[in-house]
């Protein structure tokens, strides 16, 4: 996923990448061999922190790995398809709290 952020800033990205998006263009600077194991992406990549929503909110790749139940993942695309509601129920989660809708009702 991806937001674009406030236009008064030329300097910033045009895109903020999270959640799956992100996962997604840091694995692409790690050497996994497929099929891997939890345990393999997670000595490799578990130390990388994944942004999961817009406004920084972020976990590790070996906290998502916590949560899934895969055994193995043959392709980076099984393992972005198996991680994705493990960020889509962290995004909801931190969406949802009350700091979070306190948040949204300042104006800045």
């Known amino acids: ?16 990448e999270f959640g799956i998006a992100a996962l997604d ?11 891997a194991t939890p345990r393999e992406v997670r000595d490799a990549a578990g130390h990388i922190a994944v942004p999961f929503d ?3 909110h972020s976990m590790t790749v070996a906290e998502a790995l916590e949560e899934t139940n895969a055994t193995e993942f043959d392709n980076e695309q099984e393992l ?7 960020f889509e129920r962290k995004r909801e989660a931190t969406k949802n709290s009350i700091l979070s809708q306190l ?6």
């Open 54 to 56: 817009a406004s920084g």
């Open 25 to 35: 263009a840091r694995l692409s600077d790690v050497d996994i061999e497929y099929p």
């Open 80 to 86: 972005l398809n198996d991680l994705h509601p493990i």
């Open 1 to 16: 996923m991806g937001v674009r952020p406030p236009a008064d800033n030329s300097d910033e990205p045009d895109v903020i």
């Open 103 to 108: 948040r949204a009702l300042v104006p800045f």
